[in-house]
């Protein structure tokens, strides 16, 4: 069974850093894209950084390139959103969800398993 954990999520000020963690466990890691999405109160759900397991290439939005780094420790099946610089416009819940394929558009449509996702709240 496929299963994704999120942890890391929390309340901080502007301008601060937090660090998402998606454990993964129920699949071969290295066979399956990896990313992040988050959905905002009012708001569809939206890519945000994404990793293939083909060539780790990355994928960022425009709204955090700079600001977010995703990395993955396959040894721990884990995948990190390393979120700095953070924005009241960042608060939203955020998801990891995965796929098996190794390349990603990083479009929510693609992404077969799901998270039960992580609150991220930026304050003013």
């Known amino acids: 069974e496929v299963q994704l954990v999120e942890s890391g999520g929390g309340l901080v000020q502007a301008g601060g850093s937090l660090r998402l963690s998606c454990a993964a466990s129920g699949f071969t890691f290295d066979d399956y894209a990896i990313g992040w999405f988050r959905q905002a109160p009012g708001k569809e759900r939206e890519g945000v950084s994404c990793?293939?397991?083909?060539?780790?290439?990355?994928y960022y939005a425009d709204s955090v390139k700079g600001r977010f780094t995703i990395s993955s420790d396959n040894a721990k099946n884990t995948v990190y959103l390393q979120m700095n610089s953070l924005k009241p416009e960042d608060t939203a819940v955020y998801y990891c969800a995965a796929v098996p394929s190794r390349d990603s558009y990083c479009s929510v449509y693609e992404y077969d398993y799901w998270g039960q996702g992580t609150q991220v709240t930026v304050s003013s």
């Open positions: 990793i293939s397991s083909s060539d780790g290439s990355t």
